[in-house]
């Protein structure tokens, strides 16, 4: 009943005339950011942040939240239709542009739009209802347990790519590399910049994802010399029933994985994506399909963006920490207005906190409305020759890549991805494990080096702790299932 009343009380606030004004111009503003190659929820929040002096609490912070949320729901759009991704819609690209090419778009973007939805409900629910207990489930995770959860993510990622384990490995291998190009935070001593000052401050994530997914996929498709678009005049939106009961067991299935990985810091929806497409590779029965255009390796995605970005919350309204740079923004608004977020933020300012939560299933219908039945309006952009769309494209991606530093090096490193990428392409390797390492592989670091700091150079404490120890183990479950399937494949191809 207690819940009941905190709802009813959290719509009292969220429905009024002018929270639901900055909802709906938080969940557009969010929109249109996911759409766009180059920006994200941190930049634009950042940008809008002096704003929140003139606005009132409730609808700065209401405001700041769906853009963060919307930018979830728009991020898929040119993911799937163009395969220009954001971090929290990489693995979007596989399954999504693949329905594209087969003329599959508008089921793929409705795909991703209710299942984004019921990931968004779900998440609403657990924020809702465990916000104070699950807020200390992420005081548990110690840095060594970090770097066993990473790890993890490491070695599933045989079921993130549609290759062999071993060229996954390598490809994440490569990420992490990448990763750690530029000057190092401890001892500020450059590695790996072959003394190119441009690489000084390190890869962007943004020149590696539009280089390796939007330009190669560009180039890949002048390199065929073929003028068809994926765009075949017929929009198929609604899925039939079969097709229905294959979306709501991955979207279930994505919103928890996303729910739980949501609470983690540095975690999120980038992790939460990879973890929900590894599930549905292991538990669809659809998993052969998986890879080449499966409604499943939509759905699954989609709900664990959305609730991993609406479980992000709780450890900054329940703690006081921040688990992501866009969460710090929000607690620095949070400050700006004179509130601070911890313990004693539902007691004290309960029309705020439920207020933001109920704000957020207004702000999962706004963004249903926006994104699924307008899909129509989203494909129009396939009406376009290609000898405009491809180079409309290519100024995109400059001018995101250009926008974010003001910096023309930038530019040049994305076009060197957009080579690399092409590459990965003829030699038959993906680049999404190579995002995976590319952006864990810093995190790892960092916590390996403040493990091994707190525990003096005792590599033991990674083992000794109950939660690393215990995911270190099933790794090395998994390891060796997969050298036993592995042999048993020799054996059998061997034996035929």
Request: aromatic share 10%; proline share 5%.
């Amino acid at each position: 009943m207690d819940l009941i009343h905190n709802l009813a009380f959290g719509f009292e606030h969220a429905l009024t005339w002018q929270n639901l004004l900055y909802c709906a111009i938080g969940c557009v503003v969010g929109t249109l950011v996911g759409l766009l190659p180059g920006l994200g929820p941190l930049s634009t929040i950042s940008l809008l942040l002096p704003l929140t002096y003139s606005i009132p609490t409730d609808g700065s912070i209401i405001m700041l939240a769906g853009i963060y949320y919307g930018a979830q729901y728009g991020d898929s759009v040119s993911a799937i239709t163009m395969k220009i991704p954001h971090a929290s819609s990489i693995v979007a690209c596989i399954d999504g542009y693949q329905m594209t090419l087969k003329g599959k778009t508008g089921l793929a973007l409705f795909t991703a739009g209710i299942s984004s939805f019921i990931g968004g409900t779900v998440a609403i629910l657990v924020l809702a209802t465990l916000a104070p207990t699950l807020g200390e489930v992420a005081l548990l995770f110690g840095p060594a347990d970090y770097c066993a959860l990473m790890l993890l993510g490491f070695v599933c990622v045989s079921f993130v790519t549609t290759g062999s384990m071993l060229n996954g490995l390598a490809m994440t291998l490569i990420g992490v590399l990448l990763g750690l190009v530029g000057t190092d935070v401890n001892s500020g001593v450059p590695r790996f910049t072959m003394d190119l000052g441009f690489l000084a401050d390190g890869v962007g994530l943004i020149s590696v994802a539009l280089g390796c997914f939007g330009i190669a996929e560009i180039v890949k498709n002048l390199d065929s010399g073929g003028q068809v678009t994926p765009f075949n005049g017929q929009i198929k939106l609604m899925p039939t029933w079969p097709e229905f009961k294959r979306i709501i067991p991955s979207a279930l299935r994505g919103s928890v994985i996303g729910s739980v990985l949501g609470l983690l810091p540095g975690g999120g929806p980038v992790i939460a994506q990879f973890a929900a497409y590894a599930a549905d590779k292991r538990f669809s029965k659809y998993r052969d399909e998986i890879g080449e255009g499966a409604i499943e390796g939509v759905a699954g995605q989609a709900a664990a963006d959305e609730a991993a970005a609406r479980t992000s919350f709780i450890p900054l309204m329940s703690i006081g920490i921040p688990e992501n740079a866009v969460m710090a923004l929000m607690m620095a608004a949070f400050i700006v207005k004179g509130v601070q977020p911890g313990p004693n933020m539902i007691a004290n300012h309960p029309d705020l906190f439920w207020g933001l939560v109920a704000s957020m299933w207004v702000g999962n219908c706004f963004l249903v409305i926006l994104n699924v039945p307008l899909v129509r309006y989203w494909l129009s952009v396939f009406k376009i020759p290609f000898s405009v769309l491809f180079p409309a494209i290519l100024f995109f991606c400059c001018i995101g890549t250009y926008s974010i530093n003001n910096n023309l090096d930038d530019v040049y490193i994305t076009a060197t991805f957009g080579f690399i990428g092409y590459m990965f392409m003829r030699l038959g390797l993906e680049a999404a494990p190579l995002m995976l390492g590319f952006i864990l592989g810093p995190m790892l670091e960092e916590y390996f080096r403040r493990q091994l700091l707190i525990s003096r150079g005792d590599f033991t404490s990674f083992f000794t702790r109950p939660i690393s120890g215990s995911l270190l183990a099933l790794i090395s479950l998994f390891i060796v299932w997969q050298v036993v399937t592995f042999l048993r494949q020799v054996r059998k191809t061997r034996t035929a």
